[in-house]
């Protein structure tokens, strides 16, 4: 790799350890399991597509969730008539995500600021509502898309291999569940940052970033901007396609709710929480949401009263009245308030927050070894 | 064929008055602050829950123990007496039936002084930063009214019973020379109708004919040579704030009994009532109202058997397909002005 500078290999490097090596140190947090490991991935790369727009050149869509839906669909469909086999299933995903992006991104991308917001929005709630009433024959409507015996996977037929029992997904024979799925989609969620990484450093990338914080001056310089955004948009619906078809490898069943407006909010959030724009940041939101998500959800009344055990009997109860409406169903409101508490003081993201912090300590040089340092970036939506 | 088709159009107007309401209340916010607020579908579900606590105050009661009758059970006789009987006798029943309509007079405080904290606390910070960002603070504290209202209130629909007298429907055919019972709409949607025409007209007055409104129209045109001839806009912009958030807050106290309120309604209204702002033009008042109607107008023929028959599924994306294709081919949507958010 001579062509990636030093700072970049590092990171690179260092990410790819810290991803692989997750069910170790994840083992103190108790999040070590390959269900949630699974989920951490598959966000990961939805949120660093989803970056490579908004981060990136600035526009807000809020309608990714629509691709992500696609995503699955297509997976899941690809399961159904072609092969069992995850390759063909994400490759397939993977091009219909990307054509379906193309499409809405070359009519929404006509207009920009809160216009392309709501265009973005509109579409994936014409897809959503549409995968509920009259696209039934392929989505299945409220029941969600699922494999069955009778399921006619003309390409495994025709090399003479027809799945005994309950079909699930496999790559080349072998079986996905538990850490080999981890595996599996940790391998794609390391490709796809470092294929990230390479857009964000190219001259795509800063051509991307020109249109970020001056389109207009980009324009009379003789670009014509809308190419350089529609292959972002494109690219990051294929991001998303690609993290939907990994969610229906590791669970094959694809639902329509996978495409309401509330799941493109979502992937916002952890994109601005981690800090949009950077290349870690949206990793990161997206582990924590997903991480506090599973924590505080599990958390129920019995726990907090035995957390609160120390208090006097009567603060006890208090205490617990108070807290368990954050934790368990009330989850989504300490992640509002979080987020809020985010966007008011610290734009920026937690990787702001970082770079903060490490000012504080190295006031005169910049300190290379934070990886949040490595990756300069103007400040995010301005 | 004439009567089906005034059918759906007083079919699409109750609808189309509540997405008037809403996104009346959104351009308000825009035009004076700049602020794309994202929450105002919860100030929706906000209003809708007042009249939901008014009624379960209005409903309280005391339960006493009768030891000299006995219940079918054998057991000694639970005395339900409402609490609000005891206080206004009769008068009570007529207040629980009229639950609806009466929170109106709590409604009004309550939204007021939410909207005037919210303003003062935290969109004040938010004029000069990004819409982006405006978006995204406004979408957490979305979140976080509505999951405070499931915390308290429970994730059900909580039905709101209208008025006994007020159900029924209304034979408006016949009132415009049909014969009977050919066209006949529910009361309450009527009601909802007329009440929204009124607070529109009354916000639109407001602004026309009074000091306080030329001053605020003035602000929204230039606010920062307003600011220099020595008026204080941003306390006027804070109280418009607080107008916007109680008109959304009145859209759903009436809404209620058209539609059980849960905690994510806003959030169903808010998309299409954004579709609305943007259709009838940002920042254009008359255009947010005209919108509001068409598309509830067009909601409902979309609805219609024949309709689906033709095209099916058109009833569920009417809405933004118009949005889709109005953005496209009038980028300033119906009625907005050159230069607003052309970013």
């Known amino acids: 790799m001579g062509v990636m500078s030093r700072k970049d290999l590092l990171l690179f490097l260092g990410f790819t350890v810290t991803v692989l090596a997750m069910p170790i140190w994840l083992q103190p947090f108790g999040a070590a399991y390959p269900d949630l490991l699974q989920r951490f991935m598959i966000f990961g790369i939805f949120a660093v597509g989803f970056n490579i727009l908004f981060g990136l050149t600035g526009y807000l869509s809020f309608g990714h969730a629509a691709f992500f839906g696609v995503g699955s669909y297509a997976a899941v469909w690809s399961f159904k008539l072609l092969s069992l086999d995850a390759i063909p299933a994400m490759l397939f995903a993977i091009v219909v995500s990307g054509a379906f992006a193309l499409a809405i991104g070359y009519v929404s991308l006509r207009r920009s600021g809160i216009y392309f917001s709501i265009l973005t929005l509109a579409f994936a709630q014409m897809s959503y509502n549409l995968a509920y009433s009259v696209l039934t024959p392929i989505t299945n409507g409220e029941t969600g898309l699922q494999l069955t015996l009778s399921d006619p996977r003309h390409l495994d037929a025709a090399i003479g291999q027809a799945a005994g029992g309950q079909p699930i997904p496999t790559l080349l024979g072998q079986s996905l569940g538990g850490f080999a799925g981890f595996y599996f989609c940790a391998g794609f969620l390391i490709l796809a940052f470092f294929i990230a990484q390479r857009i964000t450093g190219s001259p795509f990338g800063m051509m991307l970033k020109g249109i970020k914080s001056n389109q207009t001056r980009m324009n009379y310089t003789g670009f014509n901007t809308k190419p350089y955004t529609l292959a972002a948009f494109v690219i990051s619906g294929m991001y998303a396609g690609l993290a939907g078809a990994l969610l229906a490898v590791t669970d094959p069943l694809a639902g329509a709710e996978r495409m309401q407006w509330t799941a493109s909010g979502e992937v916002v959030l952890m994109t601005i929480l981690g800090g949009a724009g950077t290349l870690v940041g949206p990793v990161i939101g997206a582990w924590l949401i997903k991480y506090f998500e599973n924590i505080f959800s599990a958390i129920n009344e019995g726990m907090l009263h035995r957390f609160f055990d120390f208090l006097p009997d009567g603060v006890d109860s208090a205490f617990v009245a108070v807290t368990r409406k954050f934790v368990g169903e009330g989850w989504f409101l300490t992640l509002g308030l979080v987020f809020v508490l985010i966007v008011v003081f610290l734009p920026g993201g937690i990787m702001e927050g970082v770079r903060r912090i490490a000012g504080l300590f190295s006031r005169s040089r910049r300190a290379p070894t934070v990886p949040g340092q490595a990756v300069r970036q103007p400040q995010p939506a301005e | ?343």
């Open chain 2, 1 to 343: 064929m004439i009567d089906v088709i005034f059918l759906q159009f007083l079919n699409g107007l109750d609808k189309g008055a509540a997405y008037a309401l809403i996104a009346l209340g959104l351009t308000l916010v825009f035009g004076t602050l700049g602020v794309v607020n994202f929450a105002h579908g919860a100030l929706f579900m906000l209003g809708a829950f007042c009249a939901v606590l008014f009624r379960q105050f209005l409903t309280l009661e005391t339960v006493t123990v009768d030891p000299s009758q006995l219940s079918p059970w054998g057991t000694p006789l639970e005395v339900r007496a409402p609490l609000v009987q005891a206080w206004f006798g009769d008068w009570g029943a007529v207040l629980v039936n009229y639950s609806v309509p009466a929170s109106i007079i709590i409604t009004i405080p309550i939204m007021l002084l939410i909207g005037i904290a919210l303003e003062r606390g935290i969109i004040k910070h938010f004029y000069k930063r990004p819409h982006a960002e405006q978006i995204l603070v406004t979408f957490g504290l979305a979140i976080v009214a509505q999951e405070l209202i499931k915390a308290f209130f429970g994730p059900n629909p909580i039905p709101q019973p209208m008025p006994t007298d007020l159900r029924g429907a209304a034979d408006i055919g016949a009132w415009l020379g049909m014969p009977a019972n050919v066209i006949t709409y529910p009361i309450w949607r009527l009601i909802y109708f007329l009440f929204s025409a009124v607070i529109i007209g009354g916000v639109f007055a407001f602004l026309q004919f009074t000091t306080f409104g030329m001053v605020v129209r003035a602000g929204m045109a230039d606010r920062e040579t307003v600011g220099l001839l020595g008026i204080n806009i941003d306390r006027r912009f804070t109280i418009m704030f607080g107008l916007a958030a109680v008109v959304a807050g009145l859209a759903g106290v009436m809404y209620t009994p058209l539609l059980p309120p849960n905690y994510h309604i806003g959030m169903d209204f808010l998309v299409l009532s954004f579709v609305v702002v943007v259709v009838g033009g940002m920042g254009s008042l008359p255009g947010a109202v005209a919108a509001g109607f068409l598309l509830g107008i067009l909601q409902s023929f979309a609805s219609m058997t024949q309709v689906k028959a033709l095209i099916p599924g058109i009833d569920q994306i009417i809405i933004y397909l118009v949005a889709v294709v109005i953005l496209l081919v009038l980028p300033r949507g119906l009625f907005g002005r050159r230069g607003v958010m052309e970013a």
